[in-house]
């Protein structure tokens, strides 16, 4: 059977042009300075340093990890339930459910975010309903609100399907077990179904936190066009302002951050098992 | 008390469902809007229909989308079935490698795929435009083909293909004859998700084109900033392109497998 490892070579030539080769070029960049063409570089920490000591900068790296903070864990309250509630439903009824779960994200990311500038727009039907019953109109556009919003929209699904899946994978004679032993439901829950669960809340987390971090079109279309976050500004390196070194440097930047933060889920993960142990 | 949990269950259901579906609904609904506000319905119209297609960026961004996503798709999934083939029978060094740089596009942020992309195609001297968005959909797509083609061959009988050759099939024969017929459901995944993938792209595809070739994505975005109806329209087309594939997809082998039965009835 060897004749067939042939069939490896032109792959591996493609994915060294077209992927390590782009991954080796950001590096290159991010430790230089003097330009945008390759001949003239010169080795320095000098995009680091203007990122990490300009104020503006961590204010915006700061922004963006609140706000994928607060995205991820809205994603987890309001996917938990879903996916738990799906979960509990008869086999058929459950493939429909994940169905229609699932169905919006085959529809393009842009058209369904833009949808959402028309609904909260000041005179918008949100602000209709609320001044109906009375209420003021509340500016939604343009704000953290706005952006969550969008990105929780956009998430949502992945982090339903991840837990759904643990959920239904998960051994139930585990939980008859814990109810016979004289578990109420409630400690059924917290002892036995949520940690067996953790697995597919991880995995959420990490489909959700990553592209809230690094999403830059969200932002801009429902956060404004003065809505800074990280992903905005290593657009604005690469597209407007064309320094292509600041803004490798900053993507490093993220993708380290994005890297440790996998790791320290992955961790807390681990722990929380090793204690269930012992316990 | 369960009956009541019930209840519970299914208001909250019912609002993720609002939630989710609402802004396609709306947009749907303001498609077919009389005046030009995102916000006010003042009459059915189609006029917006008429102006999406008298409108000729919207109708390249169209075609370039369609054309990148069925350029892509072939090529990648061709690849990636040959290369998954052949990591199937590779050392396990090799096959490690490959799906560590694999896991690179799949786990980097989308912008950092996307200005490694922009660099590379510039320190090349390519001139951005159709050809390089096409160049990085069959890059992101590969990963995903060979993902969803592995699990399928690692089922595989090995011994099958070695006793077609034994029996006389040229290796090509044992590929096209044996392999690959039984690896079809995975391929077949592989190429949808590499269309999907590709056609609703928008971060890689913004920063590899140029020269005014732009596709669904970069159009929407762009066209977000001013108040333009025709976006519903073209959004509504998008949404009813897609279901429609999607049922296709799914009644298809339904009905081929239906028929299998009958036909397979008569012949007994």
């Known amino acids: 059977m060897k004749q067939f490892r042939k069939m490896v070579y032109p792959y ?5 042009v077209m992927i390590a080769v782009p991954m080796l070029l950001i590096l290159l960049y991010a430790f230089t300075v003097g330009g945008n063409s390759v001949s003239k570089f010169m080795f320095s920490f000098a995009n680091f340093k203007r990122f990490l000591t300009d104020k503006t900068f961590l204010v915006v790296l700061y922004r963006s990890l609140r706000i994928a903070v607060e995205t991820t864990v809205v994603c987890v309250l309001l996917g938990y339930p879903t996916a738990y509630i799906i979960a509990k439903f008869t086999e058929k009824v459950k493939m429909r459910w994940v169905l229609l779960i699932t169905l919006p994200t085959w529809i393009n990311m842009l058209v369904r975010t833009y949808a959402w500038t028309g609904i909260l ?26 952006v ?16 759904y899946t643990s959920l239904t994978k998960m051994d ?14 409630r400690k059924c829950f917290t002892k036995v179904t949520l940690p067996l669960s953790m697995p597919g809340v991880i995995s959420g987390i990490t489909l959700v936190f990553l592209p809230s971090v690094s999403s830059f079109c969200i932002p801009r ?35 380290i951050i994005i890297m440790i933060s996998m790791y320290i889920t992955k961790k807390v993960d681990k722990g929380e098992k090793l204690e269930g142990a012992q316990v | 008390m369960k009956k009541k949990n019930r209840t519970g269950s299914y208001i909250f259901l019912g609002l993720i469902m609002i939630f989710l579906y609402a802004p396609i609904v709306y947009t749907i609904v303001f498609s077919f809007n009389e005046g030009k506000s995102l916000t006010k319905f003042s009459g059915f119209s189609l006029k917006w229909y008429g102006k999406m297609f008298a409108n000729n960026t919207m109708m390249e961004a169209l075609f370039y989308t369609i054309a990148c996503a069925l350029l892509a798709t072939a090529i990648s999934t061709l690849v990636g079935t040959v ?18 740089v694999n896991q690179l596009p799949i786990m980097n942020p989308e912008i950092v795929t996307a200005i490694g992309l922009l660099m590379l195609f510039s320190a090349a001297h390519i001139e951005k435009g159709f050809f390089t968005m096409v160049l990085a959909h069959i890059m992101f797509c590969i990963p995903y083909v060979i993902l969803s083609v592995m699990p399928k061959l690692r089922t595989l009988n090995p011994n099958l293909a070695e006793a077609a050759m034994d029996l006389g099939a040229t290796p090509v024969q044992a590929l096209t004859k044996v392999i690959v017929p039984q690896c079809m459901p995975g391929i077949i995944s592989g190429a949808l998700i590499a269309f999907t993938m590709s056609f609703d792209d928008f971060v890689i595809s913004y920063f590899v084109t140029g020269n005014g070739v732009s596709n669904i994505s970069i159009l929407v975005y762009t066209e977000s900033r001013r108040v333009n109806p025709s976006i519903n329209a073209l959004s509504t087309l998008i949404v009813v ?3 429609v594939s999607l049922i296709l997809v799914n009644v298809i082998p339904a009905l081929a497998a239906r028929k299998n039965r009958k036909t397979a009835g008569v012949a007994e």
């Open chain 1, 12 to 16: 591996l030539i493609w994915s060294t």
């Open chain 1, 121 to 146: 727009q000041d005179d918008g039907v949100i602000n209709s309903i609320l001044s109906f019953f009375g209420a003021g109109p509340i500016t939604f556009m343009y704000t953290d609100f706005a």
């Open chain 1, 148 to 163: 969550i919003l969008g990105m929780v929209y956009n998430f949502l699904p992945f982090m339903v399907i991840q837990i």
């Open chain 1, 172 to 185: 139930y004679s585990l939980i008859e077990a814990a109810c016979d032993l004289g578990a109420n439901p």
């Open chain 1, 221 to 255: 279309m429902l956060g404004g066009g003065s809505y800074v976050m990280v992903g905005t500004i290593i657009e604005s390196q690469f597209l407007t302002a064309g320094d292509w070194n600041f803004g490798s440097a900053i993507s490093l930047i993220m993708a």
């Open chain 2, 83 to 100: 290369t998954a083939i052949g990591l199937s029978k590779s050392k396990k060094v090799l096959k490690n490698v490959v799906e560590q």
């Open chain 2, 241 to 243: 392109i897609i279901t």
